[in-house]
């Protein structure tokens, strides 16, 4: 037996020694667990009811809210800490765990969760506990009163230890505890997740696509090692973010496809982890070739992201680009990158991430361009898949694509309008490429 539950055993036991002393004419005490750790006692001796905390190493009466009656610490149980704990054990841990990290099964949030207790405020935390939400839990308000809410919203907060503003990103364990599904990487493949970033996050990406050959046909592949001998479109971006909320980023992508900078602001309005029903980003950026000289396109688009189950999340991403360009293979000198007249267009793409292990996701997207696709010589759709290893703060993706693009324009665009004749469009001309994302600070 481990030298804590020792002392639980011994503490109880004295517990037990000191109710028996007291009421010394009745019969033998009745105990019974209040939770599922085992850590609260209920005594009944002698027709009273005596609540033992093993864990905090207090006894009290029941109902009682002596000054007397005192921990080990000196807190007072009748205090709004205790008093808030013990509503929690009784109303809250069927649902919450007794250990406020919620239940997976059950979809509860973990509230020793720095990413959950800093997207939820106090005033949240008590209307949520006064209201309930719909389906999921019931409402407190005609069952507890004001302090007896404001108690147990303070006690909620105690679950959470240090500063719970220092990062939003959670580890496996805690992902599936929240019952929200958390994306690895700021995109699936080319797709953006929409994941929020931490304040004064600092996050570097690369992309690499191998578009020049396709990966499993033709001869001599396996010498070039399913294509990853041809040339890489490399591309690189930083992301920071200046809020909980906003996030600022720089993208560019190499001179084989115009050789263009976006620049991009991007805000999240909701979040799975503020109790709210789903995920929801805008993004607004400007991308210009040739480094930021010439044909510019802006775009805005709209994330949308929803827990299927914890180990799942689907993603759809209207977007609207403007005076879009074609996206081709040009030189490596400036005048070589061509001047294209610029289209309108608009793409739906929709994407889904499932974890397979709790470090391992299987990632898919597709995105249509729905409107004036034709006019950029856009025939089929953009797609990609493959598997990404999520690691803390890092995330590595292995993927099969047809779209050489990475920036808003340009990742609805394929093989084929990048120039490859012989079925870029279909199967048998996918090609690989991988994706590195590293949160520095």
Request: charged fraction near 20%; aromatic fraction near 8%.
């Given at each position: 037996?481990?030298?804590?539950?020792?002392?639980?055993?011994?503490?109880?036991?004295?517990?037990?020694?000191?109710?028996?002393?007291?009421?010394?004419?009745?019969?033998?005490?009745?105990?019974?667990?209040?939770?599922?750790?085992?850590s609260?006692?209920?005594?009944?001796?002698?027709?009273?009811?005596?609540?033992?905390?093993?864990?905090?190493?207090?006894v009290?009466?029941?109902?009682?809210?002596?000054?007397?009656?005192?921990?080990?610490?000196?807190?007072?149980?009748?205090?709004?800490?205790?008093?808030?704990?013990?509503?929690?054990?009784?109303?809250?841990?069927?649902?919450?765990?007794?250990?406020?990290?919620?239940?997976?099964?059950?979809?509860?949030?973990?509230?020793?969760?720095?990413?959950?207790?800093?997207?939820?405020s106090?005033?949240?935390l008590?209307?949520?506990?006064?209201?309930?939400?719909a389906?999921?839990?019931?409402?407190?308000?005609?069952?507890?009163?004001?302090?007896?809410?404001?108690?147990?919203?303070?006690?909620?907060?105690?679950?959470?230890?240090?500063?719970?503003?220092?990062?939003?990103?959670?580890?496996?364990d805690?992902?599936?505890?929240?019952?929200?599904?958390?994306?690895?990487?700021?995109?699936?493949v080319?797709?953006?997740?929409?994941?929020?970033?931490?304040?004064?996050?600092?996050?570097a990406?690369?992309?690499?696509?191998?578009?020049?050959?396709?990966?499993?046909?033709?001869?001599?592949?396996?010498?070039?090692?399913?294509?990853?001998?041809?040339?890489?479109?490399?591309?690189?971006?930083?992301?920071?973010?200046?809020t909980?909320?906003?996030?600022?980023?720089?993208?560019?992508?190499?001179?084989?496809?115009?050789?263009?900078i976006?620049?991009?602001?991007?805000?999240n309005?909701?979040?799975?982890h503020?109790?709210?029903?789903?995920?929801?980003?805008?993004?607004?950026?400007?991308?210009?070739?040739?480094?930021?000289?010439?044909?510019?396109?802006?775009?805005?688009?709209t994330?949308?992201?929803?827990?299927?189950?914890?180990?799942a999340?689907?993603?759809?991403?209207?977007?609207?680009?403007?005076?879009?360009?074609?996206?081709?293979?040009?030189?490596?000198?400036?005048?070589?990158?061509?001047?294209?007249?610029?289209?309108?267009?608009?793409?739906?793409?929709?994407?889904a991430?499932?974890d397979?292990?709790?470090?391992?996701?299987l990632?898919?997207?597709?995105?249509?361009?729905?409107?004036?696709?034709?006019?950029?010589?856009?025939?089929?759709?953009?797609?990609?898949?493959?598997?990404?290893?999520?690691?803390?703060?890092?995330?590595?993706?292995?993927?099969l694509?047809?779209?050489?693009g990475?920036?808003?324009?340009?990742?609805?665009?394929?093989?084929?309008?990048?120039?490859?004749?012989?079925?870029p469009?279909t199967?048998?001309?996918?090609?690989?490429?991988?994706?590195?994302?590293?949160?520095?600070?």
């Amino acid at each position: 037996m481990r030298l804590h539950d020792c002392i639980r055993a011994s503490f109880l036991a004295a517990a037990l020694l000191l109710a028996i002393r007291a009421n010394a004419d009745d019969q033998t005490p009745q105990v019974s667990y209040l939770d599922a750790s085992h850590s609260t006692v209920l005594l009944n001796v002698n027709g009273k009811q005596y609540i033992v905390d093993v864990a905090a190493q207090s006894v009290r009466e029941k109902g009682a809210n002596s000054p007397a009656t005192q921990s080990s610490s000196g807190q007072r149980p009748g205090g709004p800490s205790s008093a808030g704990a013990e509503l929690f054990r009784e109303h809250c841990a069927g649902c919450h765990g007794v250990d406020g990290k919620g239940i997976g099964i059950k979809g509860t949030p973990d509230f020793t969760s720095q990413s959950v207790q800093s997207g939820l405020s106090d005033q949240q935390l008590i209307d949520t506990i006064r209201k309930g939400k719909a389906g999921r839990m019931p409402a407190w308000s005609d069952k507890l009163s004001d302090a007896q809410i404001a108690s147990l919203a303070a006690y909620i907060r105690t679950f959470s230890t240090g500063d719970t503003r220092k990062s939003r990103y959670l580890t496996p364990d805690e992902a599936y505890r929240s019952g929200v599904y958390q994306p690895g990487d700021d995109v699936l493949v080319s797709l953006p997740t929409g994941r929020p970033l931490d304040r004064h996050g600092f996050y570097a990406n690369f992309s690499h696509r191998f578009a020049s050959d396709p990966a499993f046909t033709g001869p001599g592949k396996g010498g070039e090692l399913f294509g990853l001998d041809s040339v890489s479109i490399s591309s690189f971006g930083i992301r920071y973010g200046v809020t909980d909320n906003l996030s600022v980023a720089i993208w560019r992508s190499p001179s084989f496809v115009g050789r263009p900078i976006q620049i991009m602001a991007a805000y999240n309005l909701l979040d799975e982890h503020r109790e709210q029903p789903l995920n929801m980003a805008v993004r607004v950026s400007i991308e210009g070739q040739n480094n930021f000289e010439k044909s510019f396109t802006e775009n805005i688009e709209t994330i949308f992201s929803r827990t299927l189950f914890p180990h799942a999340q689907l993603y759809v991403v209207p977007t609207m680009s403007f005076n879009a360009r074609r996206l081709v293979q040009d030189g490596l000198r400036s005048r070589q990158i061509l001047d294209f007249p610029g289209t309108d267009t608009v793409s739906v793409g929709v994407g889904a991430s499932v974890d397979v292990r709790p470090t391992v996701a299987l990632v898919a997207e597709i995105i249509p361009t729905v409107h004036n696709g034709t006019l950029l010589g856009i025939h089929r759709p953009a797609y990609s898949f493959g598997i990404q290893k999520k690691i803390w703060r890092h995330a590595f993706t292995l993927a099969l694509s047809n779209s050489p693009g990475t920036t808003v324009s340009q990742r609805a665009g394929t093989r084929a309008t990048y120039g490859r004749p012989g079925g870029p469009d279909t199967p048998a001309g996918l090609f690989l490429g991988f994706d590195i994302m590293r949160q520095i600070h």
